[in-house]
C-alpha cells in the first residue's frame, strides 16, 4: 500500500466521520425463537425484523447458535459466532 498524503488521510477520516453520523448501524439485535426471526435496532429509532431462514447463511443454523447474534463494532456489522465462524478461525 502506498504511504498516504497527510490530506488524503484527513480526507478519509472526514469520510469515516461522516458514515459514522449518517450510514444505518445497529445498536442492538436478537433472535425470537417463537417466532423465528432476528430483530435489529438502529440508531436513527428504526426496528427491522426480519425471518432468519431467508438469509442464506443462517437458513441452516441452530436457535442456539442464532442466539449468539451479537453487533460487531460500531454497528455496522452482525455477527453469529458459531455460524460465522469457520475451521480456519474456530
Not at 472526514?14 to 438502529?42: I, M
Not at 447474534?69 to 454497528?75: A, L, Y
Request: hydrophobic content about 35%; aromatic content about 8%.
Amino acid at each position: 500500500m502506498d504511504n498516504l498524503t497527510d490530506a488524503q488521510f484527513e480526507s478519509a477520516e472526514a469520510r469515516g466521520r461522516v458514515a459514522l453520523e449518517t450510514e444505518p448501524r445497529a445498536t442492538a439485535a436478537r433472535y425470537n425463537r417463537k417466532t423465528g426471526r432476528v430483530t435489529v435496532d438502529l440508531m436513527n429509532g428504526c426496528t427491522y425484523v426480519f425471518p432468519s431462514h431467508l438469509v442464506q447463511d443462517l437458513s441452516d443454523a441452530s436457535p442456539e447458535d442464532l442466539d449468539t447474534i451479537e453487533v460487531d463494532g460500531v454497528g455496522f456489522n452482525l455477527h453469529w459466532w458459531p455460524v460465522c465462524s469457520g475451521p480456519e478461525t474456530g
